[in-house]
């Protein structure tokens, strides 16, 4: 049953599969904002429940996050194709110091949050810095769990199991709307913090039934000196450095945020959300499907059908991020209005947050390739190159938030995150070339300007509909101008025979034509 349930995939297989998945808990994800949303609008407890992430993010990102979205694959997939006892041995140290590392840290944090939490928002009100103490208290005992689902998420990967990877941020979703739903009448904001302990449990739990569908068995191990480990914390060390920017990236959002407007942080945090759908649908699930094979065809030798894989993905990235920009961008205050208004969610919350999605559309292709291009140079064991230059992009980015924003206003947070990842895909791609043996520009070209035209007529296409329409009088008006817009481009797309759609056409076709057989 569990090898039928959790079986390996093929690359488009398990694109497919991340991408629906990846919507599902998008969907939910929303839901999940809208809940929120109508029940604490953007008002000093939703910035509090915003802000209590920043610890556990910090902790869980440096020290997990960093080592096996980028080290631990490439190593892994490397010992398992050679020596399947070796690879054991690594990933059973990796899961059992991962959880150790943690729990230590979460303890320490758990026991001084009280005095750093005034330290790190002094600017912040005593009920709002008690509350940001209790819920990231709640959070760091989730990351015990994110810990070790994440360990077994990238092993996995390496035997190319996708499904629980990609059902677990389903379950993730699932669980703060429940504790939101169930539990915030009798504990308020703290609701949604409590759902996040719930979540993660559940994330955790779906991979561990799946690690069960394989043949890796889990003993503890602490083998600190050997050569797979070790390499792994090397590789590790530059993308931990590189998370330690973005960290304190996001700490400068939230304590000029919570200074600069109430509500700013949480209406940064809506924005964002919304924002990261479209980067997380197809940016970071077409990157994540790919990047086993990247490894290995590397691992290979087989540079050419590594070129062949980053530019596929990049071509397909472009194709669906560049017009989900565009009508992110030209829809942003209906948009907020048909998923957030309503309750506590009152027209100013609207204007705010909508004005700061507005901004932040531009960034969604840029911060979408970002992914790929990264995973591009991990694929090599390199890690020190995309974090160099990921440092530099976080820099302009706080520059713009702690200089900028205090003084022409909170739009400039997501005008500077945008402004920095511009500056991130144009020196990685440069960087870059060198590895591309056998891109074909030409094909490339052609694919980006007719994704261009099919993005322009969408865009003409929306503003005619929205005089007709009058969209902002309703929402169902407005659910009917997206839907039109998102007709208009993949008409476009097809009548101008563009490599991905036909993609799409073929598969569809080709799935149908075998179900009747």
């Known amino acids: 049953m569990y090898q039928k349930l959790f079986k390996p995939s093929l690359v488009g297989g398990a694109t497919i599969l991340i991408t629906v998945s990846s919507l599902l808990s998008y969907l939910l994800g929303l839901a999940r904002d809208r809940i929120i949303a109508v029940h604490f609008g953007t008002t ?5 429940y915003n802000a209590s992430f920043l610890i556990p993010d910090f902790i869980f990102n440096l020290f997990i996050a960093g080592a096996l979205s980028a080290a631990f694959l490439p190593v892994f997939s490397q010992y398992l194709t050679k020596n399947k006892e070796e690879a054991y041995e690594i990933a059973n140290t990796m899961l059992t110091s991962a959880f150790l590392a943690i729990s230590v840290l979460a303890v320490i944090a758990i026991i001084f949050m009280g005095d750093m939490v005034p330290f790190l928002f002094s600017g912040a009100a005593e009920g709002m810095q008690k509350d940001i103490t209790n819920m990231t208290r709640l959070m760091l005992v989730g990351s015990l769990f994110f810990s070790v689902s994440n360990t077994l998420g990238n092993i996995l990967m390496g035997y190319k199991h996708f499904v629980s990877y990609a059902i677990s941020p389903v379950l993730y979703n699932l669980g703060i709307i429940l504790g939101v ?5 009798k504990f308020g904001i703290y609701s949604a913090s409590i759902g996040v302990l719930i979540g993660s449990v559940f994330h955790c739990l779906i991979r561990v039934i799946d690690i069960f569908s394989t043949e890796y068995k889990f ?3 602490l083998a600190f000196t050997h050569p797979g480990f070790i ?12 998370l330690i920017a973005w960290q304190l990236n996001m700490y400068v959002f939230a304590i000029v945020g919570i200074k600069l407007i109430e509500g700013g942080l949480a209406a940064f945090n809506f924005a964002r959300n919304i924002q990261s759908f479209a980067v997380s649908l197809f940016g970071i699930a077409f990157s994540t499907a790919v990047f086993p094979y990247l490894t290995s065809s590397i691992s290979e030798g087989n540079k050419e059908k590594y070129t062949e894989n980053v530019q596929k993905t990049i071509q397909r990235i472009l194709f ?5 920009a565009v009508g992110i961008g030209l829809l942003a205050k209906p948009i907020i209005e048909i998923i957030l208004s309503g309750g506590a969610f009152n027209e100013n919350s609207v204007n705010l947050t909508a004005t700061i999605l507005f901004f932040f559309a531009i960034s969604i292709p840029f911060e979408s390739l970002s992914h790929i291009l990264s995973r591009s140079f991990y694929a090599f064991q390199n890690t020190i190159t995309p974090t160099i230059i990921n440092i530099l992009s976080m820099g302009i980015i706080a520059s713009f938030t702690f200089f900028v924003a205090p003084i022409y206003g909170i739009k400039w947070f997501s005008i500077g995150f945008s402004t920095g990842f511009i500056f991130y895909v144009a020196v990685t791609v440069i960087l870059l070339k060198k590895h591309l043996q056998g891109f074909n520009l030409k094909e490339f070209l052609i694919s980006l300007s007719k994704t261009l035209l099919s ?3 969408m865009a003409m296409t929306i503003l005619l509909s929205s005089e007709m329409l009058n ?7 407005s659910i009917l101008n997206i839907l039109i817009g998102a007709v208009a481009f993949f008409a476009v797309s097809l009548l101008l025979k563009s490599k991905e759609i036909m993609e799409i056409k073929t598969k569809l076709f080709n ?3 075998s179900a009747n057989q």
């Open 44 to 48: 000093s407890m939703t910035d509090a």
């Open 181 to 185: 739903i169930f539990l915030q009448e």
């Open 219 to 221: 003993k503890p191990r």
């Open 231 to 242: 390499k792994i914390i090397k590789l590790m060390i530059p993308k931990s450095i590189s």
């Open 320 to 324: 669906f991020t560049i017009p989900a």
């Open 455 to 457: 993005s322009g007529i």
């Open 471 to 477: 969209f902002s009088q309703n929402k169902l008006n």
């Open 511 to 513: 799935k149908r034509t």
